[in-house]
C-alpha cells in the first residue's frame, strides 16, 4: 500500500485537474451536479476556482455566489474590471457567507459605497490584508477599520478619498506593517505622523518619502550620524528627484538602515549613489539612469559592496559594460532587467570563471535604450543566454543580432533548457527555425509573445502551433505587428 503522503499527492493533483476544467465548463452550466462537484472539493483548490472565476469575461456575480462557502479565508478580485462585482449586495453577501476571511481584495474604482465598506468591515474581524485601491473609502472607512480589524497587517488605500483626519485614525494601529497610500490628498505632516507612530511599519508607499523624512529630521545634513532611536524600520523605499538626489538618497539609506527594496527615479549622477554602499540587507534595487549621467565606474563601485546580497537588479541606460559587474558581483541574483547603451568594446572573457552567476537566474529582461542605433554582438548573446540554464522567463527587446543562428548555438549548449515563458520584442532576425530550435530544446515553454519579429509571419506561427497540438504540448502563441 503506497505511504499516505502519496495517496494525499495524487488526490491534490486529481483535484487540481478539475479546477481548470470545471472551471471553464461551468460558465456556460449551471447545472446542481457541477456546483455539487466544486463544493466538494478542497479549500485550497476552491479559492483556486473561485479566482479563476473572478477573472474570466463571462463569469457573473450568480456564478461566483454559488461557491461561496463559510471555509474561504481569502478573496481578490483584482485584475477584473467594473460592472460584474462592484456592486452594494454582492459584496455584502460576500461577506455575510464568509465572515473568516484574512484577506480581502476589492475591483479597482469598484463603486460600492463608504457606507457599505464600513458595515462589511464591521462583520470581519480576522482581517489581516487589505486592498481598497481606487475605490470610495474614505475617512469613516478608515475609522472603522481601525476600530473593527484589530489584526490588520497589510493596507492599501492608494488613489481613494483619504485625508489627513483618516491618517490620524491610522497612526492609532500598532499591527500595521504595510501601508499604501499613494496618489492621495494628504500633507506630509499627516504622513510624518503615521511614520513617527507606527513602529511595526515596514513597508511605506507615499509619494516623495524623502521629503517627509527629512521635514521631520530637519537639523541632519548629509553626512552626519542618525541614532538609532531617530532611525525607522522601513524595508522599502522610492527616491523621486525633486532637486539634490544625493540629499534623498542619503536621507532613505540614513534614517531607513534597514532597507531591503530600493527604487531611483530621475537625474542620477556619478557620486549620487555613494550613501547605497551602507545598506547591508539590500535585495532589489532599481536604478534609470535617465540623463545617462551615471558611468559605469559608480554603478561598478556600488556593486562591489552590495552586490553580494541583491536579488533582483533593474538598471536602465547603462553602458553594456556593466553586465560584465553584475555577473562579477551579483552571485545571489535570480532576476534582471537591463537597457543597455553604446559601447564599442565589450569584452567578457575575462569573466569566465564568474558565469555560475547567471545559471542562477530565473528572469532576464535584456533591451537596447530606443534613442541608439546598437546591439548586443551575437557572440556575447551565445555566452550569456547559453549560461542561463535555470531561467524560467526571458524578454529581449530591440536585440536586432538576435538570430536563428544564436538560437541555435545555445540550444547546442544546453542554455535555456527550463525555459517556459519568451517574449521577444522588436527582434527582426528571428524566423520561425529559430523558435523551433527552442521548442526542441526547451520543454517547459508554454508561452510565446512576439512583437514587431518581421520575419515570423502568420503562417511559420500556424505551423509551430500545429505541430504543437500533434505532439500534445501546451503550448500558446501571442503574435502582433
Given amino acids: 500500500m503506497p505511504p499516505l503522503k502519496q495517496i494525499r499527492t495524487l488526490i491534490e493533483l486529481s483535484q487540481a485537474g478539475l479546477v481548470t476544467y470545471l472551471s471553464e465548463v461551468w460558465l456556460g452550466n449551471t447545472e446542481d451536479w457541477v456546483v455539487s462537484i466544486l463544493r466538494r472539493i478542497s479549500y485550497i483548490h476552491l ?12 463569469a457573473t456575480a450568480a456564478h461566483v455566489s454559488l461557491l461561496l462557502d463559510e471555509r474561504l479565508k481569502q478573496f481578490d478580485f483584482s485584475g477584473r474590471g467594473l460592472g460584474v462585482f462592484d456592486n452594494d449586495v454582492f ?19 469598484a463603486r460600492v459605497r463608504s457606507s457599505t465598506w464600513r458595515e462589511m468591515l464591521r462583520q470581519l474581524p480576522h482581517l489581516t490584508r487589505l486592498n481598497l485601491t481606487g475605490t470610495s473609502c474614505d475617512d469613516k472607512v478608515l475609522q472603522e477599520l481601525c476600530t473593527s480589524c ?5 493596507l492599501a488605500i492608494a488613489d481613494t478619498e483619504i ?18 497610500i499613494s496618489c492621495c490628498r494628504v500633507s506630509t505632516v499627516a504622513v ?12 511605506l508607499e507615499t509619494d516623495y518619502l524623502c521629503l517627509v523624512i527629512e521635514r521631520l529630521h530637519p537639523h541632519y545634513k548629509r553626512g552626519d550620524i542618525v541614532p538609532q532611536d531617530q532611525q525607522y524600520n522601513l524595508q522599502t523605499g522610492t527616491v523621486t528627484i525633486l532637486g539634490e538626489v544625493a540629499n534623498h538618497i542619503w536621507t532613505l539609506c540614513a534614517f531607513c538602515p534597514k532597507l531591503k527594496d530600493v527604487q531611483i527615479y530621475g537625474n542620477v549622477y556619478d557620486g549620487c549613489l555613494k550613501s547605497l554602499t551602507t545598506l547591508n540587507c539590500i535585495q532589489k534595487l532599481h536604478i534609470e539612469n535617465d540623463d545617462l ?4 565606474h559608480s554603478i561598478s563601485d556600488l556593486l562591489e559592496i552590495v552586490g553580494s546580497s541583491l536579488k533582483e537588479l533593474s538598471l536602465l541606460e547603462y553602458d553594456v559594460n556593466v553586465l560584465c559587474d553584475v555577473i ?23 569573466y569566465v570563471h564568474h558565469y555560475d552567476t547567471l545559471s542562477q537566474l530565473n528572469g532576464l529582461e535584456l533591451s537596447i535604450s530606443s534613442r541608439d542605433d546598437f546591439t548586443i554582438d551575437e557572440k556575447t548573446l551565445v555566452v550569456i543566454l547559453s549560461h542561463c540554464t535555470n531561467l524560467g522567463i526571458l524578454s529581449m527587446e530591440r536585440i536586432v543580432n538576435l538570430t536563428d543562428d544564436v538560437i541555435m548555438q545555445v540550444t547546442k549548449n544546453h542554455g535555456l533548457v527550463n525555459l517556459h515563458k519568451i517574449a521577444l520584442q522588436q527582434c527582426p532576425a528571428v524566423s520561425g527555425v529559430g523558435l523551433w530550435y527552442l521548442l ?18 502568420a503562417y511559420q506561427v500556424a505551423q509551430l502551433e500545429h505541430e504543437a497540438d500533434n505532439r500534445r504540448w501546451d503550448l500558446r502563441i501571442y503574435r502582433s505587428r
Fill in 150 to 154: 484589530p489584526e490588520l497587517e497589510q
Fill in 163 to 180: 485625508t489627513d483626519a483618516g491618517l490620524h485614525h491610522l497612526a492609532q494601529s500598532s499591527t500595521l506593517k504595510t501601508l499604501d
Fill in 328 to 350: 562579477k558581483n551579483c552571485k545571489l541574483l535570480q532576476e534582471f532587467v537591463f537597457q543597455a547603451v553604446p559601447n564599442p568594446v565589450l569584452d567578457m572573457s575575462q
Fill in 293 to 296: 549621467q551615471c558611468s559605469r
Fill in 192 to 203: 510624518g505622523e503615521v511614520l513617527q507612530k507606527l513602529h511595526m511599519l515596514q513597508d
Fill in 440 to 457: 526542441e530544446n526547451s520543454a517547459f515553454l508554454t508561452r510565446i509573445y512576439l512583437t514587431g519579429c518581421s520575419l515570423m509571419s
Fill in 47 to 58: 479559492h483556486q476556482i473561485l479566482q479563476l472565476l473572478v477573472k474570466r469575461e463571462r
Fill in 91 to 109: 459584496m455584502l453577501r460576500l461577506v455575510n457567507t464568509c465572515p473568516h476571511l484574512t484577506m480581502l481584495s476589492a475591483p479597482c474604482h
